[in-house]
C-alpha cells in the first residue's frame, strides 16, 4: 500500500531564505505524486504533480520539487520564500490497491515566514 | 463552472440532526472525490463516484454516511443523526480521468461542519 510521510509539522523561515519541505512515499510500483498548498479557510490547490515524465518538476509560485527514487523522496523547495507563502502544505501520492485513484496524503507541514 | 463548489461553506447544527453537503464539480469531470479534514486524523478519502456509481463505500466513516451522485454532476454526502466527531472539514474533489491517471485533483473549499 502507498504510504506519505512529511517530516516536520511545522517549518519557520525568514522571508528571503530557502524553503525546503520534506515528503517520502512508499509505493510498490511507480508513483504519482502531487504536493498541494491550503491557505487558511480554503481548499487545497495544486502546486505541482509528478507523473514521471521529468524528475525535476517545476510548479505554480515558484515552487519546485525532484523526485528521487532511490530516496524514495519528493521534497519541495523554493529558493527565496515570500511572506505569502505562509499556508500548510501536503504531499500525496495517488493510491493504486483500491482501484479508485483517491490520494493519500501526508499528515502536512504548515510554512510560517518571518519577516 | 470554473472550479470545483461546495455549499454550505459552514453549517452548525445539534447533535442528532441530520446534514446534507453539496458538491457541484468541476463541468466535464467525470470523477468526483469526498475527503474528511479533521485535526486528529489529517485528510482521509471517503468515497469516490466514477460518473453516477460509487463502487466502494467502505471509505465512509459509519452507516450513518451516505453519498449519491446524479446526473453525473453534482454530490451530496448526507450524514444522519450527527455526531460531535462528525465535525471537520469535508472537501470535495474532481478529476478529469479514470482512477491511476495522472491527472490532478481539483479541490472545493469545503464545508465546515460543526456540531454542537
Known amino acids: 500500500a502507498q504510504s506519505v510521510t512529511q517530516l516536520g509539522s511545522h517549518v519557520s523561515v525568514s522571508e528571503g531564505a530557502l524553503v525546503l519541505l520534506r515528503c517520502n512515499y512508499s509505493?510498490?510500483?511507480?508513483?504519482?505524486l502531487f504536493w498541494y498548498v491550503q491557505y487558511p479557510n480554503q481548499g487545497l490547490q495544486l502546486l505541482l504533480k509528478?507523473?514521471?515524465?521529468?524528475?525535476l518538476v517545476k510548479g505554480i509560485n515558484g515552487f519546485e520539487a525532484e523526485f528521487k527514487k532511490s530516496e524514495t523522496s519528493f521534497h519541495l523547495t523554493k529558493p527565496s520564500a515570500h511572506m505569502s507563502d505562509a499556508a500548510e502544505y501536503f504531499c500525496?501520492?495517488?493510491?493504486?490497491?483500491?482501484?479508485?485513484?483517491?490520494?493519500?496524503f501526508g499528515k502536512g507541514t504548515k510554512l510560517s515566514v518571518k519577516p | 463552472g470554473a472550479g470545483v463548489s461546495q455549499s454550505p461553506s459552514n453549517k452548525v447544527t445539534e447533535k442528532g440532526k441530520d446534514v446534507e453537503l453539496r458538491c457541484d464539480p468541476i463541468?466535464?469531470?467525470?470523477?468526483l472525490y469526498w475527503y474528511r479534514q479533521s485535526l486528529g486524523q489529517g485528510l482521509e478519502f471517503l468515497i469516490y463516484?466514477?460518473?453516477?456509481?460509487?463502487?466502494?463505500k467502505s471509505g465512509l466513516p459509519s452507516d450513518r454516511f451516505s453519498a449519491e451522485r446524479t446526473g453525473g454532476s453534482v454530490s451530496t454526502l448526507t450524514i444522519q443523526r450527527t455526531q460531535q466527531e462528525d465535525s471537520a472539514v469535508y472537501l470535495c474533489?474532481?478529476?478529469?480521468?479514470?482512477?491511476?491517471?495522472?491527472?490532478?485533483?481539483?479541490f472545493g473549499d469545503g464545508t465546515r461542519l460543526s456540531i454542537l
Open positions: 474533489a474532481s478529476s478529469s480521468q479514470f482512477p491511476g491517471g495522472n491527472q490532478p485533483q481539483h
Open positions: 509505493s510498490s510500483v511507480p508513483p504519482y
Open positions: 509528478y507523473t514521471s515524465a521529468a524528475t
Open positions: 500525496a501520492v495517488t493510491d493504486y490497491g483500491g482501484s479508485q485513484g483517491n490520494l493519500i
Open positions: 463541468s466535464g469531470h467525470t470523477a
Open positions: 463516484f466514477q460518473g453516477n456509481s460509487a463502487p466502494d
